[in-house]
């Protein structure tokens, strides 16, 4: 049936070629193939505040079916990729960090990938300079968890600190984790290594309902890490959720809520946090970026079925 | 309902302040908040033919209820709209043009609207040169069809050809409607003037299934104009549709094909064309670049309900 219907399209080209160009369309050149994608980042406002969402490239992880997805077979997997128009041999999880400048503070909610955990991530350096956005200005980096894809941005290559002059507001719950005897140890040296290079008393320890600027709070949303923390930006009527790893991918976690991706540490907690804060900014109508959706990744969550549409918000040249 | 559960969000605000700020996040001046948008440009892949789309803004429609549709109720459209999480009181038309650059032409499908048609339409010529494309390069400009906002950017604001050597191929059912008696006189002295400023020996003439270049070829989609024709476009075993206006905005049109926007001449054949030509590449999930869809603009359709949802393909770093 597909064959046929796009061989029905395909007849069109059976019609006739044009005959020979005329003198005027021989002058153009041929133009070089462009090998630039364009910067990877989106502003939009929140009332005041400006909210810059910056892309840092992605990680493509071969079959997406296999070992993803602890509670779905492979075939459901499949199927919610074929359903969303995607491929079922490879799915691309992106990583997209926010910044928000209030008029008079520049926050950085998470650090990205900093080049140092996939060959196709580590852009969020270049797509910050496209978008005139200074590392040293940054005077708060505010954490969801401390995954390596949301730490490791705090650091060179070489090990050095990236943001010079920059409070880190970190959940006090997820700190102790990390910091703690239980965590697991491999994971654990990273994070203490990528926290290394800044000062402890430029570390802040926070709860996870604390606020962390004017119109800026936490939000707990624990079970993919201990002490995981999503942000509510409000400026004036408007509003915006940092969603931060509530879900990843969203074919996998908004459509399908139920299923318990391996990087969620409490599986059970993870999908109770997602159903209740999904609930709750669908009914509201909350805006939502999210770290692990397409670029731009701010969208809405609608109840549909058993699970959530993602609604992108459309993209626009006017700010 | 929705007020409650926006305050049990907003109730984390009450959470204790921070104190005052180490002397490290002192130092950061504030940044200026930025005022622009990344360029308007997406590139993707069709085999080894490279697209660019190319964003040239968008007019607002104000209360996009009335006037708009004109078989569909003030209360249908504006369920529509917030069933997608769009406002009600404005509605935001985008434009978006393709590039298609075979490695040999390049090939321009449509020309925007040339700043002429509203204030925050225009961008495309901006948003080429931050794609490095040169218009003088342009060897072929396809039409889809001749309303203003796809053939006023063949034209400057002083009535000069834009693109010096492009040969201009056109439906030549849609030419033979708007050069001849049948044609409202306002419009068609508008298209007149358009092509005006290029050579009769640079315009083709073309049936609309004629193959404009290798491996692209038009697709009859007549009814929102007489002579409306869509493009396919082939390389290896890839494909893409150059929709026109078989669409307006997908909220209106793809989710309610059977909804008749103002701009249909006829709403019936429009509607007929645009069921045949979305059932044919839902069921061979051939991607769809939409003039008038949300920026890069580049999806798929898949049957829901009485209509077509519209699955915007994942915007990429790697093209």
């Known amino acids: 049936m597909s064959v046929t219907r796009r061989t029905s399209i395909a007849a069109a080209l059976a019609a006739p070629a044009l005959a020979t160009l005329p003198a005027a369309a021989q002058q153009a050149a041929p133009q070089a193939q462009g090998s630039r994608q364009a910067p990877g980042f989106y502003r939009s406002k929140v009332g005041t505040y400006e909210v810059t969402v910056v892309n840092d490239g992605f990680n493509r992880r071969p079959n997406p079916a296999e070992g993803f997805v602890r509670n779905a077979d492979a075939a459901a997997v499949n199927r919610a990729l074929e359903a969303e128009m995607l491929p079922t041999g490879h799915l691309d999880i992106t990583f997209n960090i926010t910044f928000v400048n209030t008029g008079s503070e520049l926050i950085l909610f998470d650090t990205g990938t900093g080049g140092l955990l996939a060959p196709t991530a580590g852009t969020m350096w270049d797509n910050m300079a496209a978008a005139g956005i200074d590392p040293a200005r940054v005077n708060k980096i505010v954490f969801t968890h401390f995954h390596g ?22 959940p006090e719950t997820e700190w102790a984790f990390w910091m703690g005897e239980r965590a697991p140890q491999q994971p654990a040296a990273m994070v203490k290594g990528r926290f290394g290079p800044y000062a402890a008393d430029r570390i802040r320890r926070v709860a996870s309902n604390a606020e962390v600027a004017p119109g800026i709070a936490g939000v707990p949303t624990h079970g993919h890490t201990p002490g995981h923390t999503s942000y509510l930006i409000s400026s004036g009527s408007s509003t915006l959720i940092v969603l931060g790893d509530v879900t990843n ?63 992108a918000a459309p993209w626009t040249s006017a700010i």
Do not use: C, K
């Open 149 to 170: 894809d949301h730490v490791s941005g705090l650091v060179t290559r070489e090990g050095q600190a990236r943001f010079p002059n920059a409070e880190l507001i970190v």
């Open 249 to 311: 991918h969203p074919t996998i976690n908004a459509r399908n809520p139920g299923w318990h991706v391996v990087f969620d540490m409490d599986a059970a907690e993870a999908e109770a946090t997602r159903r209740r804060l999904f609930d709750r900014a669908a009914a509201d109508r909350t805006p939502i970026v999210g770290y692990h959706w397409p670029f731009p990744s701010i969208g809405y969550v609608r109840p549909q079925g058993n699970g959530y549409d993602v609604i």
